[in-house]
Nanobody, 116 residues
Framework: VQLQASGGGLVQAGGSLRLSCTTS????????KAWWRQAPGKQRELVAA???????DYATSVKGRFTISEDNAKNSMFLQMNNLKTEDTGTYYC???????????WGEGTQVTVSS
């Protein structure tokens, strides 16, 4: 099972990026999908999550600017990021979870750099 995050890059403040996370290999019983990020020198933090395809949750700092979505048929997920700020800079990771089995699947990160 592999997850691959993509879509990161360098963007000016106020710009937009759309991150994608695709999977290969068999993954089943996924009940949560989430995006995390880690800025240099900081702990990894939860940015956005979607639970059972219904409930969404966002970090306060990104509410109203970021939108998480998913393609259940492909176990893919996306993060639309608008009005980016310099503090959004970091490495973004996708994670799929099967909470019943206690399995978490992490993708390789994609770098997002927002310049002022």
């Amino acid at each position: 099972v592999q997850l691959q995050a993509s879509g990161g890059g360098l963007v000016q403040a106020g710009g937009s990026l759309r991150l994608s996370c695709t999977t290969s290999g068999g993954i089943s019983n996924i009940d949560s999908k989430a995006w995390w990020r880690q800025a240099p020198g900081k702990q990894r933090e939860l940015v956005a999550a979607r639970y059972n395809g219904v409930i969404t949750d966002y970090a306060t700092s990104v509410k109203g600017r970021f939108t998480i979505s998913e393609d259940n048929a492909k176990n893919s997920m996306f993060l639309q990021m608008n009005n980016l700020k310099t503090e959004d800079t970091g490495t973004y990771y996708c994670r799929l979870s099967d909470s019943r089995a206690g399995n978490d699947y992490w993708g390789e990160g994609t770098q997002v750099t927002v310049s002022s």
